[in-house]
C-alpha cells in the first residue's frame, strides 16, 4: 500500500487540492530550482523522452501533469506531431506555459489546458503518445489515473513516465538520501516561496512506488510491453508502455 504524502500536514484538503495550491505558489521559480535541484539532469532525461517519442512518429500527444511546458513545447518543436495538448491542475504553472509559446509558430499546434489527471476530458481513443514527466507521484489516486490514461490512448499507442527513483546500489543510495533529506529541502527554504514544497517532492519522491513495484502497477492496469529504465544511478527513471 502507497504511502499518502501530502504538502501541508496539517491542511483539511485533499491531495489534488494540496498539490494545486503547492505548484500555483512555486510556479514562477519552478523551472530554476529545477535545473538547480537536478544538477541539469532533468534536461538530458527529457531528451531521451522526446526521442523515444517522436520515433513512434505520432500525430496526437498529450502531456499530462506539464507543469511550465517544457515537455509540450519540445514535442512541438521535434517531433512531426500536429497536435499536442499539456494539461495540468496547476493554473499558476500553465500561465508560464502559455508565455513561453504566445507568439511563436509552435503555438498553432500547442494548447495547454487546466483539468483531472484522474478524470480526463477526452474520449476514448484520443492520443497516438501520452508522456508524464515528474508528475505521476502527485496523482491522489494512482491507478484511477493510470486508467484514465489507458483510456485516451489509442490501440498501440505509447505512454511514457518520467519520474525520480531511488537508488539501490551503495554509495548512490546513501548518497541520494543525504540529498533529498537535507540538501534538497534547504534548497527550498533559501529559494522558495512555498518552504515545505520542496521537502514534500523530496519525500513523495522516496515513498512512491518506482521500478519493478510501478512496472507491476502498470501491467494490472491493463498497459502491455512495460519497460523501466533507470537513469544517472538510478535517481530517475524512464517507464514505457504499450495499449
Avoid: C
Avoid at 489509442?154 to 548512490?172: N, Q
Avoid at 540529498?179 to 512555498?194: C, E, I, W
Amino acid at each position: 500500500m502507497e504511502k499518502k504524502i501530502t504538502p501541508y500536514k496539517n491542511s483539511s484538503e485533499g491531495k489534488k487540492k494540496q498539490v494545486e495550491q503547492m505548484f500555483d505558489t512555486i510556479s514562477e521559480e519552478y523551472d530554476g530550482l529545477n535545473r538547480v535541484i537536478s544538477l541539469g539532469s532533468d534536461i538530458k532525461w527529457r531528451k531521451k523522452v522526446i526521442k523515444m517519442v517522436a520515433e513512434k512518429n505520432p500525430k496526437t500527444i498529450l502531456d499530462i501533469a506539464t507543469g511550465t511546458g517544457d515537455l509540450a513545447i519540445q514535442f512541438a518543436e521535434n517531433s512531426s506531431a500536429e497536435k499536442i495538448i499539456g494539461l495540468d491542475l496547476s493554473e499558476g504553472m500553465l500561465s508560464v506555459a502559455r508565455k513561453k509559446v504566445s507568439g511563436k509558430p509552435i503555438s498553432e499546434k500547442i494548447e495547454f489546458i487546466q483539468a483531472d489527471s484522474e478524470a480526463l476530458p477526452f474520449e476514448d481513443n484520443s492520443f497516438d503518445a501520452i508522456t508524464v514527466s515528474f508528475g505521476i507521484r502527485n496523482f491522489e489516486n494512482l491507478e484511477k489515473g493510470l486508467s484514465e490514461i489507458l483510456r485516451v490512448l489509442k490501440k498501440g499507442g505509447i505512454f511514457v513516465i518520467l519520474e525520480t527513483s531511488v537508488p539501490s546500489k551503495f554509495p548512490f543510495k546513501q548518497g541520494y538520501h543525504f540529498y533529498s533529506k537535507n540538501v534538497l529541502p534547504l534548497v527550498g527554504k533559501v529559494f522558495s516561496k512555498d518552504k515545505v514544497a520542496y521537502k514534500y517532492l523530496s519525500e513523495s519522491a522516496s515513498a512512491f512506488p518506482h521500478g519493478e513495484n510501478l512496472n507491476n502497477i502498470l501491467r494490472k492496469i491493463g498497459f502491455n510491453e512495460v519497460k523501466n529504465i533507470p537513469q544517472t544511478f538510478g535517481v530517475a527513471t524512464i517507464y514505457n508502455a504499450t495499449k
